[in-house]
């Protein structure tokens, strides 16, 4: 598995691509992303997408053409695309706001991530989603702040919720119903974990400069 991070720019709101490349990078473009990557003037390694929203097809050997047409979103091939090229660890920027139903999409790919032992951030305007399934994720001291934990599975069992505002010990959450909203950080190192099952996590942005994840 390569080292880098792979940089991935939707067509959704733009609030920021707060990231510069690094020699063990990739980033890729999903349709009209595209347009946010020219404006901040960085090359996309790999452009994807049926290019209904950018409404032109960009023309270069790194352009992979999609049906309009077919199962999957463009941002998902886009994953699998950084995942095929042997990538861990996915930022995902632009993949919020407008379409209501892609960003339910963009979600559950942070759940596919993670159930392939990979690590995905989605960055939203003034918040970052992340998965984590069968282990344990920890944040450095964050003074306050809301961090919500819903399972994405039917049944995630075996659930610590260590120094935050409100603890939970090998409880069981489901998919039904959100125990684990409108937690808050308490200025501690706090830990999130799950022995069997997938959790979506959303917390402040920035504060995953502070996280370590644990098997």
């Known amino acids: 598995m390569k080292n880098g991070i792979c940089y991935i720019v939707g067509a959704g709101e ?9 020699k063990d990078d990739l980033v890729i473009a999903a349709d009209a992303g595209l347009n946010y990557l020219e ?4 090359v996309p390694d790999l452009i994807v997408g049926d290019f209904d929203t950018l409404q032109y097809v960009p023309r ?7 049906p309009a047409e077919k199962d999957d979103t463009d941002m998902s091939i886009a994953i699998k695309e950084g995942i095929r090229a042997g990538y861990g660890n996915f930022h995902i920027y632009c993949g919020t706001g407008g379409r209501i139903d892609h960003t339910i999409a963009n ?11 990979k690590q995905g951030l989605l960055f939203d305007k003034d918040c970052v989603f992340t998965a984590i399934t069968d282990r344990e994720i920890v944040f450095e001291k964050i003074d306050s702040g809301y961090i919500s934990i819903f399972s994405c599975s039917d049944r995630s069992v075996g659930v610590y919720l260590r120094r935050l505002k409100y603890e939970l010990h090998d409880a069981t959450l489901t998919n039904s119903f959100p125990l684990g ?17 997938t959790l979506l996590i959303s917390f402040p942005r920035g504060a995953e400069r502070k996280i370590r994840w644990n098997n």
Request: charged share 25%; net charge neutral; aromatic share 8%.
């Open 39 to 42: 404006e901040k003037k960085i």
């Open 60 to 66: 270069g050997k790194n352009v992979l053409k999609l």
């Open 181 to 197: 909203v409108s937690n808050e950080f308490n200025g501690t190192e706090s830990s999130i974990a799950v022995k069997n099952g």
């Open 14 to 22: 733009n609030y920021g691509l707060e990231f510069e490349r690094g």
């Open 107 to 117: 979600l559950q790919m942070l759940s596919y991530l993670s159930e392939h032992g």
